[in-house]
């Protein structure tokens, strides 16, 4: 907000970017949708100028493509292309957690930040762990965004936090179509939030890896149903049985 409190320019370009792509991750614009800078102003009721600003934001995050002359484009996500952002964060997440376990033990303020930032995570890992339990994915993919952007924070190197943080929301991007049409929906979310925060807390590297494991085991073993066409993607017209 302004000193005035009034919105100001790069505010608003955040409002727009935060609002389209939460409607991006919760499917109601589909991958594959195309749309113009005059559309998105008129459906907000705002000029043109933050709305190009924030479409080329989430375009440099990966969730759009700009095309000169047809606007916007919401991008197509592949299973390959799933399976790929799983595997690039695991080999992020092994050296995050070979450098955790490697390194000098903690100052005694520095844990004592660490205890009080890991309340606020186990909060985050309950209420995602019940919402993958009771196939909530709305109350699921914020919080789990949360939960993870909060627990990378504890590593204290932001790129790395915003790098995992941008192909988990891609990931959610891809997934969130299938998982709305799937009856099996509560067996392919992952819950295991509460034993990742446990371990982290304790400090037992051998839990936190075999936590850490079951996450991308559970994802890849996702992406193997999917290329196998179990279920068929239901929001645009790709082949998920594409390599």
């Known amino acids: ?25 919760a499917g109601r614009m589909q991958q594959g949708r ?28 990966g969730l759009l493509e700009s095309d000169q002359h047809r606007g916007f484009r919401v991008h197509e ?28 033990p903690p100052s005694r303020a520095q844990a004592a930040k660490y205890r009080e930032c890991l309340v606020s995570v186990r909060r985050r ?3 995602a762990a019940r919402a993958a339990r009771g196939g909530d994915l709305d109350i699921l993919i914020g919080y789990d965004l949360r939960f993870w952007r909060e627990l990378g924070a504890l590593v204290g190197n932001p790129y790395i936090t915003d790098f995992l943080h941008r ?3 891609q ?8 998982l709305r049409s799937d009856v099996d929906v509560r067996d392919w979310l992952w819950n295991g939030h509460p034993a990742l925060v446990a371990a982290v807390t304790l400090g037992e590297h051998d839990a936190v890896r075999a936590a850490i494991d079951d996450y991308n085991a559970h994802a890849l073993m996702w992406a193997d149903r999917l290329a196998a066409g179990d279920p ?12």
């Open 1 to 25: 907000m302004g000193a005035g409190g009034t919105v100001t320019r790069s505010t608003l370009r955040q409002q727009i970017a935060d609002a389209l792509r939460d409607e991006v991750l």
């Open 34 to 61: 195309e749309f113009t800078v005059k559309q998105i102003a008129e459906q907000y009721g705002v000029s043109a100028t933050p709305v190009r600003e924030a479409l080329f934001d989430l375009s440099a995050q």
């Open 77 to 104: 996500f592949t299973v390959a292309d799933y399976r790929a952002m799983v595997e690039a964060r695991t080999l992020v997440m092994d050296g995050v957690i070979r450098d955790i376990f490697s390194g000098p």
């Open 125 to 127: 890992a309950d209420e």
């Open 167 to 169: 192909l988990r929301v």
């Open 171 to 178: 990931c959610w991007v891809f997934a969130v179509p299938y």
């Open 232 to 243: 068929a993607h239901p929001g645009h017209g790709g082949d998920p049985k594409a390599p």
